[in-house]
Every structure is written in structure tokens, then in C-alpha cells.
């Protein structure tokens, strides 16, 4: 039985789950669409690496905001790198873009290997720490979130133009800090695999609803369980996403049956 008090954490950690699918369930069937799966989990972690260097050097942790700020040019300047090689290199595009994650996990290792705390931020910036997410940290994404959404619905053309990747760099950055990197990851790649085989409302509807599910079943088996939050969730939009390819091609099998 759930006590009122897990619920009251459970409710804004969902809440953040559902701002990051907003937008990402949306980025990630461009993801798909144009071939650069690894993407998402580069500039992740570019942004993490910001976040790394902010909090290391003394003089930037003083700065109001360099914890916000720093992880978004990292991955501003990512992304146009990405665009940049996407312009030059187009067939090895998806091995430069796993060559860049590399780099920045390394990079990041490096920083972090004389910090006595360091294995620990590491940590949290990967696995992230949603189940602590509270109300107050929801307010800006919340309002990054609104502000997309409503330029992708005043003009859709934005995703599929030049605009897309300053637009994922921005949208990363903020998930990052709310669930991690592999969760920023799972939660592009997952859904959108869950509906690849749709297209239109139908598959937006698939790729939400696997999301929810995911979210919401992993959120509580990490509650009622102690497991750890972030790779719980994975977990959970793995399974969900798995189901929704089961039960979504069975139904296809059968109306084609009939």
C-alpha cells in the first residue's frame, strides 16, 4: 500500500517524466527518421560534461545560473558541430556522433578523477535522480517545454529544417538534470521504437501512451522497492515498449487475417 507521502514524491518525479516525453517523444522519431540514433545520448552527455565543468571550477560555480547556462552551450556548441559533420561526413555521420560521446564521457572522467566526490556526481548525472525531483525544479522546464511546443505547433517545419538541432541541444539540457542521461536517451529511443511501425496521431498516441506506462510502473516499483530510480524506469520503458510491438503487431496480424 502506498502512503500518502510516497505518492506526494512520486507526483513531481511523474511530472518530470511527463514534461521530458512531451518533447522528446517528438524528437525522437526525427532521431529515427533521420538515422542519427546516437544523438540524443552524445549531447546528453556533452551537457552533462557543462554540468561537470560548472561544478569543478570554483569560478563558474559562483556564477548564478552557470549550472544552467554551462550545460546548454556545451550543448549548443555540440549540436552545431553535429550539424556541422551531418553537412560533410553525411555516411559516417552515426560513428562521429558516437566518437563524439565518447569523448565527452572521458573528458568528463577526467575532470570528475580528483574530485573525492567525483564517482558520485558521475553517477548522478547518468543514472540521474527523478524520485528527488521537486516542484520548484519543474518551473523552467516546464516553461522551455511550453515555449517548444508551441513553435513546433506554429511551425512544424522547424523539426525537420536547420532549426532541430539547437532546438534538441536546449530540450537535452533540461532533461539531463531532471532524469540523466540514460533516461534522456530511453525516453527519445524507446517510445519512438514502440511506434515506428505507425505513422500520424496514431503513432504519437503509441509512443505517449508506452511512455506513461514506463514512467509511471517504473516510478513505483522504485518507490515501494528502494531500487534505483533512473535504471528502474529504463527497465520499465523497455518492457513497455516491448508490449506495445507485441500487442500492436498482433492486431495488425489479425485485421490482416481478416
Known amino acids: 500500500m502506498m502512503s500518502l507521502s510516497m505518492v506526494s514524491i512520486i507526483l513531481p518525479a511523474l511530472m518530470a517524466g511527463l514534461l521530458v516525453l512531451s518533447t522528446h517523444v517528438v524528437l525522437g522519431r526525427q532521431v529515427l527518421k533521420r538515422g542519427i540514433i546516437f544523438i540524443d545520448l552524445a549531447l546528453a552527455q556533452i551537457a552533462a560534461l557543462g554540468a561537470v565543468v560548472a561544478g569543478t571550477n570554483h569560478h563558474l560555480a559562483e556564477m548564478p545560473g552557470s549550472q544552467v547556462w554551462m550545460p546548454a552551450l556545451f550543448a549548443l556548441i555540440g549540436s552545431g558541430v553535429i550539424a556541422g559533420l551531418e553537412r560533410r561526413f553525411r555516411s559516417e555521420l552515426e560513428a562521429l556522433i558516437g566518437c563524439l560521446y565518447v569523448l565527452s564521457a572521458v573528458v568528463a572522467m ?110 513505483m516499483a522504485s518507490a515501494l522497492w528502494d531500487l534505483p530510480s533512473g535504471a528502474t524506469i529504463v527497465c520499465a520503458l523497455a518492457g513497455a515498449t516491448v508490449l506495445t510491438r507485441l500487442i500492436t503487431g498482433s492486431a495488425a496480424k489479425v485485421q490482416a487475417a481478416e
Open 110 to 219: 577526467m575532470v570528475l578523477s580528483n574530485d573525492p566526490h567525483g564517482g558520485e556526481q558521475l553517477k548522478q548525472i547518468l543514472s540521474g535522480q527523478i524520485l528527488w525531483t521537486d516542484w520548484p525544479d519543474l518551473q523552467l522546464p516546464l516553461l522551455i517545454t511550453l515555449v517548444m511546443l508551441a513553435l513546433w505547433l506554429w511551425r512544424p517545419g522547424l523539426l525537420s529544417g536547420k532549426a532541430f538541432y539547437p532546438m534538441f541541444a536546449v530540450l537535452i539540457t533540461f532533461s539531463v538534470q531532471l532524469v540523466g542521461v540514460y533516461l534522456v536517451f530511453s525516453s527519445l529511443i524507446l517510445p519512438a521504437l514502440a511506434a515506428n511501425r505507425h505513422s500520424g496521431s496514431k503513432a504519437l498516441m503509441l509512443a505517449f501512451g508506452c511512455g506513461i506506462v514506463g514512467y509511471g510502473v517504473g516510478l
